[in-house]
């Protein structure tokens, strides 16, 4: 008996979920956006290689979905996937958010060169572009004029014909609407802030689970810096410190 009851007490302090009734599931379904080297379809690509370190070492498998991004939310929110990857803090109030973040979106505004650079103090008294679902308006200071696009493609002839003043959007994908142009100097980006990424988990048990597991694994990940070697590895910034703590 004493045995078990030792046993038992290991359990519940390596596994808080159990403490709790609830049971970790084998496995997580994760939807995302196509990003290039970072989510790619077939598996491949930074966020994938953090999901698979933080999860799989604790014997849930990481099985990975690929849609734009307003669909990878209504895959989470039809029980077909137990959470979407780039989500900003509480960017969806339906959804469970862990308290830490796994990396940070380096956004930035792109417009044409002989327009003033926007700073994020001023943003906000522009016209701005995002593609829809992405919501920037919620974490962009006194965002008022701005338009939803359904494609990146159309980017471009926006700014030319200045039906807005700035497209924006993280680094990896300004740079691939810049790659578009046979013109790129006509263009400027220009950075204005800097927004954690979530996983934003379904609201159910199992995705409160799987929440509670990811904000363990994080906090062993980012204090012993076995994270690095993945950024290191795509040659992205890490986003953590000695001194890291949730956002």
């Known amino acids: ?45 930074l966020a994938w290689d953090l999901m698979r370190k ?22 989470v929110k039809r029980g077909e996937a137990d959470a979407w990857v780039g989500s900003y803090k509480e960017e969806d109030e339906d959804n469970l958010y862990p308290r830490w973040h796994y990396d940070m979106d380096h956004i930035y505004a792109l417009g044409l060169a002989s327009k003033p650079a926007p700073t994020l103090a001023n943003i906000g008294d522009f016209r701005l572009a995002w593609v829809r679902g992405y919501d920037f308006g919620k974490y962009l200071p006194r965002v008022r004029d701005f ?18 003043d700035f497209y ?23 950075h204005v802030a800097e927004l954690p990424l979530y996983l934003a988990f379904a609201r159910h048990d199992q995705g409160r689970a799987l929440r509670d597991l990811f904000d363990k694994r994080m906090g062993e990940l980012v204090r012993s810096g076995e994270l690095k ?19």
């Open 1 to 45: 008996m004493a045995v078990r009851a030792v046993l038992l007490a290991m359990l519940l302090s390596i596994c808080p979920w159990v403490a709790a009734g609830e049971r970790l599931p084998q496995q997580v379904r994760l939807a995302s956006e196509e990003w290039l080297d970072y989510t790619n379809a077939d598996g491949s690509g």
């Open 54 to 75: 933080v999860f799989e070492p604790a014997g849930v498998k990481v099985v990975v979905q690929s849609a734009p991004y307003s669909r990878a939310i209504g895959l």
């Open 147 to 164: 338009r939803e696009i359904q494609r990146r493609e159309g980017i471009l002839p926006m700014l030319e014909h200045d039906r807005v």
């Open 168 to 190: 924006i959007d993280a680094l990896t994908e300004v740079d691939y609407v810049l790659g578009q142009s046979s013109r790129p100097e006509h263009f400027r980006r220009t």
């Open 229 to 247: 070697a993945i950024f290191e590895h795509w040659k992205q910034p890490y986003p953590f410190g000695a001194g890291s703590a949730p956002q």
